[in-house]
Every structure is written in structure tokens, then in C-alpha cells.
């Protein structure tokens, strides 16, 4: 085999990184054979899929044309025709089973997984998905927040911490305060739970504190010193009346927390004030005599302290409120076996502080390593930027494996692109990307910057805002123009996409007056007409509320489909949906009046059954019948009321359907919960020009579209995050962490400078990111669009200013290239067949076969059952039958066991006639211990478990006959005798009987059932 190179591509935009991987996946599929051996690894699950089927596709083509092998072969640079392409297609499909293309979460949940008991783990573990986690985290928070009872200590303590943390300010709403620490810094919790490192004086400033005072600042006597030390002679009366100015800013400080020229001077110059010596810019330059040195000092440690004491108290407070969450977290969520993506990092990072893994068995980290590392010897990864180091320090052992590896037969593979880091804030680290390259020789970096999707005009766009790392300097920080010069190379055009026609430009908008920002994206939709045209239109944005209200605007003033995101949302992009979610509200709360109102409006304007009047015998069918059987009977009734030809709300609905069905998995199945469920659901993606698609920048990373309409309103100053946050080492890991205060007052300091500096590096990057993502999502034509009303020196706005100018134009376009009619000669790419559509009138929702009616015949006993037998709380009858049943399904036979029987068991095994069916029989005989069975029968689902089977079998493995053996534990006396015990539980072991001669293919005569009652130690046999 060849030797394999271990490769870093580092793909702009549109460049081919799919495309790499794919190539990539096939070559070692070809030298290898082993595809099972192979490990690839994304962030989206539709990006696995789109993996997968790219692989599929290019196998398929290539087996079924020689002209198309060819090419792949060159591209791959190995020998092979069709007829090997075909050879690895079949064993592909063959191995399926055996595939490892999957996200990073799926991935990193398997290992968990496998490794459960060692990390404390149990019960059947389970993976939130998006709309699980939130009302998991919400339980969560209730449990602490509103437990009922008298104030626990542990209480107690929180709302102290609450109060700590919110600086008495507790009136606000907790829900949403707590809800807001919980969402933003329970990852920086994981990632740094020791309490050391939140808001300690003594780690941000180890030797000591320079702004701490042992006691409330006297601002009176502050101002009073400050006019005191002043000279009599030397100064101008202006100097001299900024000095009172500053006097009396120092009165009033904590009432209004501002300062003025004089003091912001003195603040950037306070190392030499603190040193007792210092020139002053004051009008001019002055030298400060020493009183008045030493009186600036002491007004300048007292306003540091006075916001410094609170951060650090709020610090420290957040982070009891985070412990708290977290320990009950643990308890309700985490150990039981529910996990959220940041709990498998957690688990598994090696230096994951209170991890359990360690503290279940030290070497049991090793032993993870050691098996993954012979399971895998190829690793691909996708969108590395988007990786952190917490989760690469989950896998860097076994990477080490491979770049240490001397038989050049395993190898990395990794893609990516640092220019388009959007999740800075979720700990991802565009240097990880470099560094890892930098830190082996043997790893080859290879840089993609021709674009396979964009029209050069859009790329002369791109290379005119980003290609002058100067200008990026001079209004970001030059930390952030050094990680973009790292990253940045030029775009150009690929063959396929050289001679696109296409159009870009940059358009002013206004605040209030015409054209604001909606009337601009409007007057450029009228233009284009997408739909008609077949076009895909992306109108790209920062904030969520800001996607909601462009979407609102344009459904109100135009006919065009909308939709909030490219995703599909089944129960709010469309009327039908909106139609089911208040039935199941008003079925829910008949209270609910929103719900009830919006019904009766819908019931007075179109024909067919009353939505409103159906709502009591929803709520009876959801109870009665489960979630998706009831909604099919409200779809049916929304159904009556559309037209007999819109098939797209019948889709919406049917998709819903089959959400429900999905929901019946959900461990939390209320009505509240199927409503929130469903409203937040998504399915595939819109398909192409079928609507004008509304979402974040965020959101469409990934995604591409033939227009982009990008509204850019970043008019930040570019402070940096102003959340609590670490200061992080040059390896990513927390040094302390804090509240940062007001930027001037960081500055001062040369601890909370780099923080300062940090926290604006990140903005400043994460930023040009941004924008650089909405840019390169289109196509064919992109129109930006900017209001400068208040824009900051910092801000992308301003940045832009300074790449293409800011005088308008009459129609208030700024800067433009490429040819701006290019929509009229635009031709929509060939579309795979869409699925065909249902006949009209074709009775919509109905089930491929009637429902299901579970039945275990355990739980179907005859008999009356005392009362109080029900009412006995402390009855502890199924704790003790649970005991009695692992105690029996520990036995194989008795003269086999090496261990003495449990305790519970003597009893029972006095009994010569009990001791003689757990002996083993003389001729051949098959042991069944605690194995489960289900089968159908007409419209019942029968599903049990069999306690013990003997299968007794003639010399040539035959079986004769066989006897079921089942435990009871039922208290036996004169009220219920053994005869009467054995009535009530026949009808279980006939079903148990009956399923046994489904198996065994054994007629009923030769199946014997027994029973044996542990209460009284006796047999009784059928």
C-alpha cells in the first residue's frame, strides 16, 4: 500500500471542501478495503448525510460510465475503471451497517455509551435533541427555584448566591435570570468548575490586589482631597475648573457613575499615579505635585474597587448559582442517563475537572483510548474551525496515535476554513485549526481559495473588503488582522463558474425615513421576482428578532411565501399548523381563551366542522388513543376546511403526523410538552425557489442560495463581550474569570487589559466572520444593506465605509459591481423529480393498518386486589419482588453455582420440589434466564418476559417438550390462598405458553407451566 500523507486543507467559501472529503473517503476505500476502519466526522447531521450520499453518488457514477471512472480515478490519482468502482460501491452498501459518518455528538455519545459504568452512568442512556434539552434544563431549574416547602439549607444558600449574583436587584423575573446564567455559562462551568477561579482577587492579581479597600470609599472626602491638594499658584482657571469638575463627579459617583476628561485621563495613565509621579493632561500638559498625585490615586482605586467589589461578588455568586444547577442537574438528568452534547464533552475530556471517569477507575481513560485507537485508522474531519478544545482534547490522544504512527498506514484528514469561525462564543478556537498543523512535521497543509458556487462578481466583492489586512488593523484590533491574514488568500473563479453573470452591491437604508431597510429588501424582490424565476433567495440577518420582523413586513406587504429559516417548521411557517397547534392549546387549557378566539375566527371564515367545538373530544382522543391516532382526527378536520388542490398544508400536516409518532418516544409525553414539541419541530429544507427564506447569518453557515440579501447592522464599538469570562491561556484553558467592568476602568489595568483585550479580539474576529459568511452564501447576486444612523469606529459598518466608500448615488447605492440586469437572462438549475404528488381527493392521514393495542399479559391478572394493598405506603412489595427475581435470575443451575445463593433464596431452596427445578436435568437440556418476547395476534401487541425456561431436547438437539418457570412473590394466606394466587396469574402463563410454542414450534400439551410462590416456598404446576 502507499504511504498516506496526513493533510490540513484549509478551503475558502465554495472552494470544494465536501468535495475534498468525499475524494478523500473513496482513495482510502480503494487502498484499503475497510470501510468500516474509517472514521468521518461532522457537526450537522445533514452535513453527514450530504457525506454520505456524495460518496454514494460519485461511486455510482463512476461504475456505471468509464468516461466518469476516468475522472475519478485522475482526481484520486490511483488506478482503477468501472469495474472496480463498481467492486467498492457493492462493498460499501454491503458494510453499511459498519459505516462511521456521523456528527461529533453521535460519535462522542457511542463512547459514552460503551463506557457508561465507568462513568457512573444509568439506566438506557438517551441523547437530547434541541427541543428536548431546553425543558430538561428548565425542570431542572424549577427543582431548585420553586421546591416547594420550607427554605433547605441548600435553598438557602442558592437564593443567597442569587442575590450575590444579581446584586441585590432580585425583584426582576428569576425564570428568565436564571434561565439566562444556566444557557450562557454552564459549558464555562464544565469547562471551569473550580470556585478558585471564579472572581478571586487573589488569582487575577497575585501579588495582591492594587485597587482594594478595607472600607467604603468616603466620596466626600475624596472630592474634598482632590481640591485641597490642588497648588494655590500655577494653575489656569480652566485647569483649575476641571478640577472641580472632577471634584464634584467624585461626590456623586455612586449615584451617577460617569467621569470626566480629566478623570479618564487619569485613568490612562494610572500606573504612573499609583507610582507617585505623573504628567497630566490637563488643557495641557501638568506635572502633578504629590498631594495631588497621591489624592487622583486614591479616587482612582476607589472607583476600580467600587465596580471591581460588585463584578467579583457577582462572579463568585453566578458561579453558586451554576453549582447548584449543576449538582441537581446531575442527579435528575445526567446520571440517570439523559445527556445534552456539553455533557459528553464533560464525561470524556481528559482534564474535564470532576469528571467521573476518573474517579470510577483511573486507567479506564486509557482503556477508552486503547479501544478506539485499534477500532480506527483514518480520520476525517469537517468544518474544524468549528471544533473546541475541549472537545479536540476528547480525541487528541488517539490523533497522536496516528501521526506517531511509523508505518505511514493510518492518517489525518481534516477541512476547514478560520474565516468562518460563528462559534467563538461556544469555545470554538480558529488557532487550534494552525496549531495542530504547526505541531507535526508530518502533516501537509494544502489552501483552496477558487470558488465552485460564486459568480466573479460576488468574489470581487469578497476580495475588495477582505484582501487589505491594514485596513482591517486599523479598525479592528491587530490581533484580529493577524488570525484573518493567517486564513485570508484571494478568491477567484473556477472554470464552472468564470463566465456567470452576476451583480453585487452595497445600498444605504434609513432608520424612519424612505426606503428603510424592509422597503429596500422589498424593492429588490419586486425587482427580481425569485419564485417566478426559480430562484433561491437567502435574506441573511443578525438577530433573530430581526429575521422575525423582515418576515412580518414582507407577508404583509407582498405575496411572496416567506419563510423564518431554511428549515422547514411544519406548525408555524403555515396556516394549517398554526390551525393544529390551537386546537391542542385550547384541548390542553380550555381556559385558553388566545386559543379559543383564534378557532372561532378560523370556523367563521371558511366552511366545514367547527375547530373550536372539536376541542373536548380531541383532548378525550389524545387521552384516550394517544398523540398521533387523535392527530389525525384534528388534521382530518383542518383538512375540511382548504381547498381540495393545496397539497402544501396537507404536506405540513402529515409531516406534523409523523412528528407525533416521533414524540410517543419523548420522556415527557404531557399535552404542554407535545405542543412545545411540535411548534419548534423542523424538517428538511424548503426546496429551491419554492419561498424567500428569512434567517440569521448564523443559521444559513453551510448553506447557499442564487441571492443573498444581507442586512448588515453591526453598529457596535466593539467593547467586547460584556458576559461574565475567562481569560484563557495560549493552549485554550481557564486562568480566572470575571464580570468585565467598563472598558476604560479595565484598561487601567494591566490583569484585566488582557481580558479587555481578549474579549475584543474575539468580537473583532467573530465579526469579520460574520461577514464574510453572509457574503459568500450567494451565488449569483448579493445586496447588501447598511443604515449608518449611529455607527461605531469598530463596527463592520464602518469597516465597510473605509473597503468602498460612503457617498451614495441618487438610488442610494454606495459601491456596485458586475452586470445589475443579470437576473433577466437567469436560468434556475434542472431539479431532481419531486416525489409525486397524492391524487386529489385521496382521503388524506389514514394508517397503513389499524393501531396497536398493547397487551402484557402480566399486568392482565384476574382477581380483585385489597384496597389496602394500594393504600399501604410503606409497602415496599415491588422493591422486594424486583430483589427476589435478580436473586433467581442469578442462578443457572444449583450444581453449577460457584457462589453461595442469596440470603433471599434459602427459604425457597428447602423445598426439595423447588431445589429439583433449578437442578439441572439428567439428559440435554437449554436455559432461558429473563429473555424477553413480543409478537402480533390480530390487533394486540403482546410483550413479556420469561423468568425461566428449560427446553429439554432429545440427543440431536431437538426440543421434546419444555416447562416455564415463573416467580411470584405474592403474599399467600388465608384471604388468598395458593389456589386462588394460581387462578389470577393462569391467564399470564397460558399467554407465556402460547408465545413459547410461536418460538419453539411446540404443541400447547407439551409445554408445562409451573409457579413457585417464594411467600410460602411452594410449587404449584398447570
Keep these: 500500500m502507499k504511504a498516506l500523507q496526513n493533510i490540513a486543507i484549509s478551503a475558502s467559501a465554495g472552494s470544494g471542501k465536501t468535495y475534498q472529503l468525499t475524494n478523500r473517503f473513496i482513495y482510502l476505500l480503494h487502498l484499503t478495503e475497510q470501510p468500516e476502519r474509517i472514521i468521518a466526522l461532522t457537526f450537522t447531521r445533514t452535513a453527514a448525510g450530504e457525506f454520505f450520499h456524495k460518496i454514494i453518488a460519485k461511486l455510482s457514477e463512476a461504475a456505471s460510465d468509464p468516461t466518469a471512472a476516468a475522472r475519478l480515478a485522475d482526481e484520486l490519482d490511483i488506478t482503477a475503471d468501472s469495474a472496480r468502482f463498481h467492486a467498492l460501491l457493492r462493498l460499501l452498501i454491503q458494510r453499511m451497517h459498519q459505516l462511521n459518518l456521523q456528527t461529533l455528538d453521535s460519535f462522542f455519545f457511542r463512547v459514552v455509551s460503551a463506557f457508561a459504568l465507568e462513568l457512573g452512568l444509568s439506566g438506557s442512556l438517551r441523547l437530547l435533541d434541541e427541543t428536548a434539552e431546553p425543558r430538561v434544563r428548565n425542570t431542572v431549574r424549577d427543582s431548585i427555584v420553586h421546591r416547594p416547602g420550607e427554605l433547605s439549607d441548600a435553598l438557602h444558600e442558592f437564593w443567597q448566591a442569587f442575590k450575590q449574583a444579581t446584586y441585590g436587584h432580585e425583584a426582576r423575573k428569576v425564570e428568565s435570570i436564571v434561565s439566562q446564567f444556566i444557557e450562557q455559562l454552564y459549558g464555562l462551568y464544565l469547562d471551569a468548575p473550580d470556585a478558585d477561579l471564579w472572581g478571586r482577587p487573589n488569582v487575577i492579581w497575585p501579588g495582591g490586589c492594587p485597587w482594594a479597600c478595607p472600607q467604603a470609599p468616603d466620596w466626600d472626602a475624596l472630592a474634598g482631597a482632590l481640591r485641597d491638594s490642588l497648588p494655590d499658584e500655577g494653575l489656569m482657571k480652566s485647569q483649575r475648573n476641571d478640577f472641580e469638575t472632577a471634584a464634584r463627579k467624585v461626590q456623586n459617583y455612586p449615584v451617577d457613575e460617569d467621569l470626566n476628561a480629566l478623570l479618564r485621563n487619569a485613568l490612562a495613565i494610572a500606573p504612573d499615579i499609583l507610582g507617585g509621579h505623573a504628567t497630566l493632561t490637563v488643557r495641557k500638559p501638568l506635572e502633578l505635585p504629590p498631594g495631588t498625585c497621591q489624592a487622583l490615586a486614591d479616587i482612582l482605586k476607589a472607583v476600580l474597587w467600587h465596580h471591581l467589589e460588585r463584578a467579583l461578588h457577582n462572579t463568585q455568586g453566578v458561579h453558586r448559582i451554576l453549582q447548584a444547577y449543576h449538582e441537581q442537574y446531575d442527579r435528575l438528568v445526567r446520571r440517570p442517563g439523559r445527556l445534552a452534547f456539553a455533557d459528553l464533552i464533560h464525561l470524556l475530556a481528559p482534564d474535564s475537572t470532576r469528571s467521573p471517569l476518573d474517579a470510577t477507575d483511573p486507567e479506564a481513560r486509557q482503556l477508552m483510548d486503547f479501544r478506539l485507537d485499534g477500532q480506527f485508522d483514518h480520520w476525517l474531519f469537517d468544518e474544524f474551525q468549528d471544533t473546541s478544545r475541549p472537545q479536540w482534547a476528547v480525541v487528541q490522544?488517539?490523533?497522536?496515535?496516528?501521526?506517531?504512527?511509523?508505518?505511514?498506514?493510518?492518517?489525518?484528514?481534516?477541512?476547514?476554513?478560520?474565516?468562518?469561525?460563528?462559534?467563538?462564543?461556544?469555545?470554538?478556537?480558529?488557532?487550534?485549526?494552525?496549531?495542530?498543523?504547526?505541531?507535526?512535521?508530518?502533516?501537509?497543509?494544502?489552501?483552496?481559495?477558487?470558488?465552485?458556487?460564486?459568480?466573479?462578481?460576488?468574489?470581487?466583492?469578497?476580495?475588495?473588503?477582505?484582501?487589505?489586512?491594514?485596513?482591517i488593523a486599523q479598525t479592528f484590533s491587530e490581533d484580529a488582522a493577524r488570525r484573518w491574514a493567517r486564513a485570508w488568500k484571494a478568491h477567484s473563479a473556477s472554470p464552472a463558474t468564470r463566465s456567470l453573470s452576476g451583480y453585487a452591491c452595497w445600498l444605504e437604508a434609513q432608520r424612519e425615513d424612505s426606503p428603510t431597510r424592509n422597503e429596500r429588501i422589498l424593492q429588490i424582490l419586486q425587482q427580481l421576482n425569485p419564485v417566478e424565476r426559480g430562484m433561491s433567495v437567502g435574506v441573511l440577518v443578525r438577530r433573530n428578532r430581526d429575521a422575525n420582523e423582515v418576515a412580518d413586513f414582507l407577508r404583509e406587504n407582498s405575496t411572496f411565501p416567506v419563510h423564518t429559516g431554511s428549515a422547514i417548521q411544519p406548525a408555524r411557517d403555515n396556516a394549517a399548523g398554526a390551525a393544529l397547534l390551537a386546537c391542542l392549546r385550547q384541548a390542553a387549557h380550555p381556559g385558553d381563551r388566545l386559543a379559543l378566539g383564534y378557532l372561532r375566527l378560523i370556523d367563521a371564515s371558511t366552511p366545514g366542522p367547527s375547530l373550536a367545538d372539536a376541542t373536548s373530544e380531541l383532548r378525550t382522543r389524545l387521552l384516550r388513543d394517544g398523540h398521533e391516532s387523535a392527530m389525525r382526527w384534528a388534521c382530518q378536520r383542518i383538512l375540511a376546511?382548504?381547498?381540495?388542490?393545496?397539497?402544501?398544508?396537507?404536506?405540513?400536516?402529515?409531516?406534523?403526523?409523523?412528528?407525533?409518532?416521533?414524540?410517543?418516544?419523548?420522556?415527557?409525553?404531557?399535552?404542554?410538552?407535545?405542543?412545545?414539541?411540535?411548534?419548534?419541530?423542523?424538517?428538511?429544507?424548503?426546496?429551491?425557489?419554492?419561498?424567500?427564506?428569512?434567517?440569521?447569518?448564523?443559521?444559513?453557515?453551510?448553506?447557499?442560495?442564487?441571492?443573498?440579501?444581507?442586512?448588515?447592522?453591526?453598529?457596535?464599538?466593539?467593547?467586547?463581550?460584556?458576559?461574565?469570562?475567562?481569560?484563557?491561556?495560549?493552549q485554550g484553558r481557564t486562568k480566572w474569570i470575571l464580570e468585565p467592568i467598563k472598558k476604560d476602568l479595565m484598561e487601567a489595568d494591566p490583569h484585566l487589559a488582557r481580558l479587555q483585550a481578549q474579549a475584543e479580539s474575539q468580537q473583532d474576529f467573530g465579526n469579520l466572520c460574520t461577514l464574510y459568511v453572509g457574503m459568500t452564501r450567494a451565488r449569483r447576486a448579493l445586496y447588501m444593506i447598511s443604515d449608518f444612523s449611529r455607527v461605531g469606529k469598530r463596527s463592520t459598518v464602518h469597516f465597510l465605509r473605509t473597503c468602498l466608500g460612503d457617498h451614495a448615488d441618487a438610488d442610494g447605492c454606495l459601491w456596485s459591481t458586475g452586470d445589475p440586469e443579470w437576473h433577466t437572462s437567469f436560468q434556475p438549475e434542472e431539479q431532481p423529480d419531486a416525489p409525486t404528488a397524492a391524487p386529489l381527493g385521496t382521503p388524506a392521514f389514514q394508517p397503513a393498518h389499524e393501531r396497536l393495542q398493547l397487551q402484557r399479559p402480566s399486568s392482565g391478572k384476574a382477581g380483585r386486589i385489597p384496597a389496602s394493598r394500594l393504600l399501604d405506603l410503606e409497602a415496599d412489595a415491588a422493591e422486594y419482588g424486583t430483589q427476589m427475581h435478580d436473586a433467581f435470575e442469578q442462578i443457572t443451575w444449583l450444581d453449577a453455582n460457584d457462589s453461595e445463593p442469596h440470603p433471599l433464596l434459602r427459604p425457597c431452596l428447602e423445598n426439595a420440589a423447588i431445589r429439583q427445578r433449578l437442578t439441572r436435568p439428567t439428559g440435554p437440556c437449554a436455559l432461558w434466564r429473563e429473555k424477553s418476547f413480543s409478537y402480533v395476534e390480530d390487533d394486540q401487541f403482546i410483550t413479556g418476559v420469561f423468568d425461566r425456561v428449560h427446553l429439554h431436547q432429545d440427543d440431536a438437539g431437538r426440543i421434546t417438550h419444555a416447562e416455564i418457570i415463573d416467580f411470584k412473590t405474592d403474599r399467600i394466606h388465608e384471604k388468598n390462598t395458593i389456589e386462588q394466587a394460581a387462578k389470577k396469574h393462569r391467564p399470564q402463563l397460558e399467554a407465556y405458553a402460547k408465545a413459547l410454542g410461536k418460538i419453539t414450534g411446540l404443541e400447547s400439551g407439551k409445554i408445562k407451566q409451573t409457579l413457585i410462590f417464594t411467600d410460602i416456598s411452594e410449587v404449584y404446576s398447570f
Design 397 to 471: 490522544n488517539l490523533i497522536d496515535e496516528i501521526l506517531q504512527d511509523a508505518s505511514d498506514q493510518r492518517s489525518l484528514f481534516y477541512v476547514g476554513d478560520t474565516k468562518q469561525c460563528l462559534y467563538l462564543w461556544r469555545n470554538s478556537d480558529d488557532r487550534l485549526f494552525h496549531e495542530i498543523h504547526q505541531s507535526y512535521a508530518n502533516i501537509v497543509e494544502n489552501t483552496l481559495a477558487q470558488s465552485w458556487r460564486s459568480a466573479p462578481a460576488i468574489l470581487d466583492a469578497v476580495n475588495e473588503v477582505f484582501q487589505d489586512n491594514n485596513r
Design 641 to 730: 376546511k382548504l381547498p381540495a388542490d393545496d397539497t402544501r398544508h396537507r404536506d405540513r400536516l402529515d409531516t406534523l403526523i409523523e412528528k407525533a409518532r416521533t414524540f410517543e418516544g419523548e420522556e415527557q409525553r404531557d399535552l404542554d410538552a407535545l405542543v412545545d414539541y411540535l411548534k419548534n419541530s423542523r424538517s428538511g429544507d424548503c426546496p429551491r425557489g419554492d419561498a424567500v427564506i428569512v434567517e440569521t447569518i448564523h443559521k444559513a453557515k453551510g448553506l447557499e442560495y442564487d441571492v443573498v440579501i444581507m442586512v448588515n447592522e453591526d453598529k457596535g464599538g466593539g467593547s467586547g463581550d460584556r458576559r461574565i469570562a475567562p481569560l484563557l491561556d495560549k
